[in-house]
């Protein structure tokens, strides 16, 4: 039998939807009473999640020709994009049209975004049931493949029967749906503490699950020996990292060069570099193309003064909203990027720096939005490069006197 041709390479790709991980379209309404309850669950969300916000601008035609003819506008004389800075906030006008490959990118720092149903789809859906509006909602059926609430408007009890008819189809929704079910939570559009909750549960379950990712690939030039191999607590000290991240982490790798990959899978589970020469940063992002929807706690190898209680720490206060949570360098105060925790959404952010000609991750993290943290002994930050360094280290663990 022919083998189809494959057209691109086979790699992990990120769950997304039209604009971000976890997105929801609200329908059934008008768009109003849409954006009340996007401006609701905005405000209740905001202190923890980065709730983003999608809709049309409800213009007029005439309105919308007035404002594409402004002459103060840099779009009415021929430039295809127009930056304000607004002071309080920043707006960006766009002249071409945008697709998802577009969207995702200015959403990829949102936790959850809340999308106008009447204009736009959704990898997931909020259905209103609006007496007044069931004829718009029947021609939008084909849009409902992941009905995940059901509101009820003032006055209603029952949720339509063309509705359960349409989510019980096994072709117009996924077998996963909890509507497929009949475990879908239908609730009064009036009680916002439920909508709330569920919103909550949603982004809580939608915590990235993190993996560990152990860093041996260095040349250790400055040491003249493997420092991978270098023992401070009576075995090879990849082998210590592996088994402290382990407690914490559901899968660990050790992140290595492809030429040492052969040797270390007899006795770990190993992640060859596939972005090449690229140092640390390399090692993280071959770790994202690997698994893109898993967190990585990520930790050079020299790094002997490096014990539970840190990383315990780390992970406690574990941050998802953020690009990334790192401890504060006690040397110099910027983040340490080979001791921290990188979200999914750190990847492409990642990717862009390298498209700049950026291959420093302590660079990306500087000039985004992190979680920094303190480290509770400074020392468990103190990496070794030389033999002076192991020195240092050997007398600060009581095994070397004098000298």
Request: aromatic share 8%; hydrophobic share 40%.
């Amino acid at each position: 039998m022919k083998q189809k041709h494959k057209k691109h390479a086979d790699i992990a790709r990120p769950d997304l939807g039209n604009f971000a991980r976890n997105e929801w379209a609200i329908l059934g309404t008008n768009c109003g009473a849409i954006k009340k309850l996007a401006f609701q669950l905005s405000e209740a969300l905001s202190p923890k999640w980065k709730v983003a916000y999608v809709d049309a601008d409800h213009k007029s035609a005439d309105e919308e020709e007035a404002h594409g003819k402004d002459p103060n506008t840099a779009l009415a004389h021929g430039a295809a994009m127009e930056y304000t800075d607004k002071i309080t906030f920043h707006r960006f006008d766009f002249a071409e049209k945008l697709n998802a490959f577009q969207h995702r990118p200015i959403f990829n720092s949102m936790d959850a975004v809340l999308v106008n149903g009447n204009h736009f789809t959704a990898q997931s859906q909020i259905v209103v049931i609006d007496p007044k509006k069931e004829d718009s909602l029947k021609r939008k059926l084909d849009r409902l493949t992941d009905v995940q609430l059901i509101l009820l408007t003032e006055g209603v009890t029952e949720v339509p029967e063309f509705l359960w008819e349409h989510l019980a189809k096994p072709d117009s929704i996924g077998s996963q749906s909890p509507v497929t079910n009949h475990q879908s939570p239908v609730c009064q559009l009036a009680d916002f503490q439920k909508i709330k909750s569920f919103f909550e549960q949603k982004l809580e379950a939608a915590r990235p699950p993190l993996n560990g990712l152990v860093l041996v690939g260095g040349k250790s030039r400055r040491m003249g020996t493997d420092k991978a191999m270098l023992e401070y607590h009576g075995k090879p000290q990849q082998d210590v990292m592996m088994q402290l991240l382990h407690r914490f982490c559901e899968k660990t790798y050790l992140s290595c060069r492809p030429d040492q990959a052969g040797e270390l899978a007899y006795t770990h589970e190993v992640l060859p570099d596939t972005f090449l020469g690229l140092g640390p940063m390399g090692a993280i992002l071959t770790a994202f193309r690997q698994a893109p929807d898993s967190a990585w706690l990520v930790v050079a190898c020299d790094l002997p003064l490096l014990d539970e209680d840190a990383i315990r720490f780390l992970v406690e206060n574990r941050n998802p909203s953020a690009m990334a949570t790192a401890f504060r360098s006690p040397v110099n105060e910027f983040p340490e990027p080979l001791v921290a925790i990188w979200e999914p959404k750190s990847y492409p952010v990642l990717l862009q720096f390298l498209a700049q000609g950026y291959s420093c991750p302590r660079k990306a993290l500087i000039n985004s939005p992190v979680h920094l943290i303190d480290a509770p002994n400074p020392d468990a930050l103190m990496n070794v490069n030389t033999p002076e360094d192991v020195e240092v280290v050997l007398k600060k663990l009581g095994l070397l006197v004098g000298k």
